[in-house]
T-cell receptor, first 116, second 111 residues
Framework: DARVTQTPRHKVTEMGQEVTMRCQPILGHNTVFWYRQTMMQGLELLAYFRNRAPLDDSGMPKDRFSAEMPDATLATLKIQPSEPRDSAVYFC??????????????FGAGTRLSVL | KQEVTQIPAALSVPEGENLVLNCSFTDSAIYNLQWFRQDPGKGLTSLLLIQSSQREQTSGRLNASLDKSSGRSTLYIAASQPGDSATYLCAVGEYGNKLVFGAGTILRVKS
């Protein structure tokens, strides 16, 4: 049963600490997305990659957020230093973008981050 | 900038009712439109995807329609069940696979 795996599922940290969230996309998918969900803003796209290359990170605060894909099986989202306003659920999604693909995105269960 | 609006924000219905969830978007230059379901504390599950060239898609008791020119989509749920209780999210697909989400409709089906 192919699925997007995110770790950790929950993270509580103190303001100023570094936070790293990890995502394992579905094998064979060439596009990976990072979203953030809050009550106030809903679901927002932070960044996405195709074939491991960043295509758009305009939704991400550049001064403290960074996203990478060290290899095809791992995507990371890092916050340094973290702030209370970063508290949210962070979702990773993957999909396959091709000429005849349906472009469906498959979501992980999310990482619930609380910054105290 | 694309904006997606979902109405109603919340809906409570008795079991067995047919219901309609509405989604509107401001820019008709879309690639596709997806309806998702989100259960509390869980990720999103894709329910239906309508390509921009299509008018509707059906899966079981769910039917989604798309009218690109008017910037509207509806999700029709037939014979609702308590297990349908969840938040339903509409997302417009833009070029490059980017999704712009609505705020969602919280559905509660009472037994």
């Amino acid at each position: 049963d192919a699925r997007v795996t995110q770790t950790p599922r929950h993270k509580v940290t103190e303001m100023g600490q570094e936070v790293t969230m990890r995502c394992q996309p579905i094998l064979g998918h060439n596009t990976v997305f990072w979203y953030r969900q809050t009550m106030m803003q809903g679901l927002e796209l932070l960044a996405y990659f195709r074939n491991r290359a960043p295509l758009d990170d305009s939704g991400m605060p550049k001064d403290r957020f960074s996203a990478e894909m060290p290899d095809a099986t791992l995507a990371t989202l890092k916050i340094q230093p973290s702030e209370p306003r970063d508290s949210a659920v962070y979702f990773c999604a993957s999909g396959f973008r091709g000429n005849f693909s349906k472009n469906i995105q498959y979501f992980g269960a999310g990482t619930r981050l609380s910054v105290l | 900038k694309q904006e997606v609006t979902q109405i109603p924000a919340a809906l409570s219905v008795p079991e067995g009712e047919n219901l309609v969830l509405n989604c509107s978007f401001t820019d008709s230059a879309i690639y596709n439109l997806q309806w998702f379901r989100q259960d509390p504390g869980k990720g999103l599950t894709s329910l239906l995807l309508i390509q921009s060239s299509q008018r509707e898609q059906t899966s079981g008791r769910l039917n989604a329609s798309l009218d690109k020119s008017s910037g509207r989509s509806t999700l029709y749920i037939a014979a609702s069940q308590p297990g349908d209780s969840a938040t339903y999210l509409c997302a417009v697909g833009e070029y490059g696979n980017k999704l712009v989400f609505g705020a969602g409709t919280i559905l509660r089906v009472k037994s």
